[in-house]
């Protein structure tokens, strides 16, 4: 009887052991899964203020165009960059 | 002569006057005991969903024995213990739940759903969100699923039949099955009704221990709230919670693979938000399966089969087991409640036992009693299906195991 209890008492350590890597593999799991989400949400934001910046860009230069109908404006809405769109592009 | 002609016309009376005294006072008790389960089912004081059609197949099973061809006594609705291949082709097409028991019981299939479904209808993140908590809980829990070993073995059972009454500790209808039918082929069939007989009577008698073992100003304990907010916890995380648990455990017990396998693809199922599979899962395949597999362990309670000398200290075992979890969960909860500085409520440790959700309902009914603005169901929920998956481990464990560590 000494030698089943013995050999059910590695069973219980086992089970024991396992159970904490499985708690442990959660945790790390957790950390992992929450730290990828967060790095997702930052670079979302990060398209989404560059997409913002060239929607505004679109808009002023397009604004301007319809106020001067300068050939110029049009070259730099075509070709060129103000020094805001500079600031805008570095987004 | 005429008596003959009689018995003749009405086998089931005529076998019942044929057997000898021990099958037919058997017979006479099992289809009383069908009737009385019947009645505690419709009363509420079992779960009636098991019970009514377990008491009525284990009533009508004793009761419809006729003479086969050969003359020996048998019967039109199964036949377990047949093992030849051509016999079995033969059987399947005269005995009508035949084909269900081939194809659905003693290969654990009928398990396999219903954990299943009890994936489908568990919220995994209660336990992510204190995984260790949960974890220690459980294993505190499985005490009975233990302790239970030797003292069936101080009884006269085998190590196998032992280790299969002890897995009842774990409070897991379906898990007990499975373990049973690997590991004690001949005694699967009264251990499993012991333990849903038994496992139904965990809403009535764990309260009295949780009384018992644990003074009404404990029970009172108001658990605070965490001082960091907890984070979300997103169906994606669960998801991927579900899929790498399942094949870590898949790839340490593959013997019991089908039923890790099972409860995370319910857990897969519900997280991933396939409605209609969800309502499927959670709708007619668990209650059918639960259905036939009660239909089934009362039809398979039939005198012949179950007339064994071992059958009576597995009543008495599974009850013991049941306890010793309970008590061992209630000691679990007191080594955290000393842990955090008196802040936990060690009740919530009987919801480690892992009868999915009544021992954490059973936990938190008792803490209302005690403080109404006390609420404890979210960690105990977490410990609750933390010892689902522990009483799944324990289940790998012994099947794989036992057979090599006792040979």
Redesign the interface.
């Known amino acids: 009887?000494g030698i089943?209890?013995y050999?059910?008492?590695?069973?219980?350590l086992?089970?024991?052991a396992?159970?904490?890597f499985?708690?442990?593999?959660?945790?790390v799991?957790?950390v992992v899964?929450?730290s990828t989400?967060r790095s997702h949400a930052s670079s979302n934001s990060r398209i989404k203020c560059y997409y913002r910046a060239i929607r505004i860009r679109r808009i002023r230069n397009k604004n301007r165009m319809h106020d001067t109908n300068n050939s110029n404006d049009l070259i730099r809405f075509y070709y060129g960059s103000d020094t805001e769109d500079s600031q805008t592009a570095k987004l | 002569m005429e008596t003959n002609n009689f018995l003749n016309l009405f086998q089931g009376v005529a076998t019942l006057v044929h057997s000898n005294t021990e099958i037919m006072v058997a017979r006479i008790g099992l289809i009383f005991l069908g009737l009385l389960l019947i009645y505690l089912g419709k009363k509420g004081v079992l779960e009636p969903l098991l019970m009514i059609p377990m008491g009525l197949g284990m009533a009508s099973i004793n009761a419809a024995i006729l003479f086969m061809p050969d003359g020996s006594q048998g019967n039109l609705f199964v036949d377990p213990m047949i093992t030849n291949p051509a016999q079995l082709m033969n059987i399947l097409q005269i005995d009508w739940l035949q084909p269900i028991y081939t194809f659905t019981f003693s290969n654990g299939l009928i398990a396999c759903f219903v954990f299943m479904g009890i994936g489908v209808l568990l919220d995994v993140g209660f336990l992510l969100q204190r995984p260790f908590v949960s974890m220690f809980l459980a294993l505190c829990g499985e005490l009975g699923t233990f302790a239970t070993i030797p003292i069936a073995m101080a009884f006269g059972l085998s190590i196998r039949d032992s280790a299969s009454i002890a897995m009842v500790g774990g409070a897991d209808g379906p898990m007990v099955l499975f373990t049973s039918l690997n590991l004690s082929k001949d005694l699967f069939v009264p251990i499993t009704v012991v333990a849903y007989l038994y496992l139904g009577l965990t809403y009535g008698g764990y309260p009295y221990l949780i009384k018992l073992m644990v003074p009404k100003r404990l029970r009172a304990i108001k658990m605070d709230p965490p001082k960091k907010a907890m984070k979300p916890i997103t169906s994606d995380h669960k998801l991927a919670f579900a899929v790498i648990i399942c094949v870590i455990l898949c790839l340490l017990f593959p013997v019991a693979g089908p039923l890790f396998f099972s409860l995370f693809m319910g857990v897969a199922i519900r997280e991933s938000g396939l409605t209609h599979v969800i309502e499927f899962i959670g709708g007619p395949l668990l209650y059918g399966s639960t259905f036939f597999l009660g239909l089934l362990l009362g039809i398979l309670c039939e005198a012949h089969l179950i007339l064994n000398p071992a059958v009576l200290p597995l009543l008495l075992l599974g009850i013991v087991a049941l306890l010793l979890s309970g008590i061992g969960g209630l000691l679990g909860g007191y080594i955290m409640y000393f842990i955090t500085g008196k802040k936990f409520n060690p009740v919530i440790g009987i919801a480690a036992v892992s009868c999915v959700p009544t021992t954490a309902k059973v936990a938190q009914k008792c803490v209302s009693e005690a403080n109404p603005k006390s609420i404890i169901l979210p960690i105990a929920l977490g410990a609750n299906i933390c010892g689902v998956i522990t009483t799944a481990i324990i289940a790998g464990i012994y099947i794989t195991l036992i057979p090599l560590l006792f040979k």
């Open positions: 009887m089943v209890i050999k059910i008492f590695q069973l219980f086992l089970t024991f396992i159970g904490f499985i708690a442990f593999v959660i945790k799991l957790m899964i929450q989400s």
